[in-house]
């Protein structure tokens, strides 16, 4: 079974550390013009961004850099570049968790050969190992930070990691950790019920 360390804010403490972010922001004096979406887990927070800065400028990018649950890839990939122009704008680039830091590297240079004036760099939760600091993060934790918005996928890593543990095993070292026991119930039945074609 994996000994991951999970951490999992709730939709509540996930909003509430948005509208903290999107303060300092403010206070910062940063004229966001373009909010960038790190595609997959940024999406959500930068659709909150908007609406807590007014702004519904939104552009996406599309990066990978894990290999599988829990093991990052060598290096990170540039799946898909910049929706629309950031041409000589100020662009504040959101994304879930700064963890290696390497693949908002690749999103910062991605955006400076762009064309954008200034980048900054915006994210819910740093691991103390980022080689990337972002410019405002809200939290710093060593833990696995399991969303709102990508429970199953956590569920689905624990669940074909787990070596010789049990459901049940599963199930309790999951809720421990502070996800909620309906849904890690729900998605861990749906997984062992799966056949494959």
């Not at 960038?36 to 990018?61: C, F, K, M, P, Q």
Request: proline share 4%.
């Amino acid at each position: 079974m994996t000994t991951v360390r999970f951490e999992s804010p709730t939709w509540d403490e996930v909003h509430t550390l948005l509208r903290c972010q999107a303060s300092k922001i403010r206070a910062d004096g940063f004229e966001v013009e373009v909010i960038l979406g790190v595609s997959r887990g940024g999406l959500v927070a930068a659709r909150i961004h908007s609406d807590l800065l007014e702004n519904a400028n939104i552009v996406t990018v599309r990066t990978e850099c894990y290999a599988n649950f829990g093991k990052v890839k060598s290096e990170p990939t540039l799946n898909e570049p910049l929706s629309a122009s950031v041409d000589g704008k100020s662009v504040l680039v959101v994304d879930d968790v700064a963890d290696t830091g390497r693949s908002l590297k690749l999103v910062k240079e991605h955006v400076v050969q762009r064309g954008a004036r200034v980048v900054k760099i915006a994210t819910l939760f740093q691991k103390p190992w980022s080689t990337l600091k972002p410019d405002y993060f809200e939290k710093e934790t060593e833990n696995w930070v399991v969303f709102p918005w990508d429970l199953k996928e956590t569920v689905r890593g624990v669940f074909e990691n787990r070596g010789n543990a049990t459901l049940s095993q599963l199930v309790l070292s999951l809720v421990n950790s502070g996800l909620p026991k309906s849904l890690v119930s729900a998605f861990l039945k749906e997984m062992a019920e799966e056949k494959p074609c």
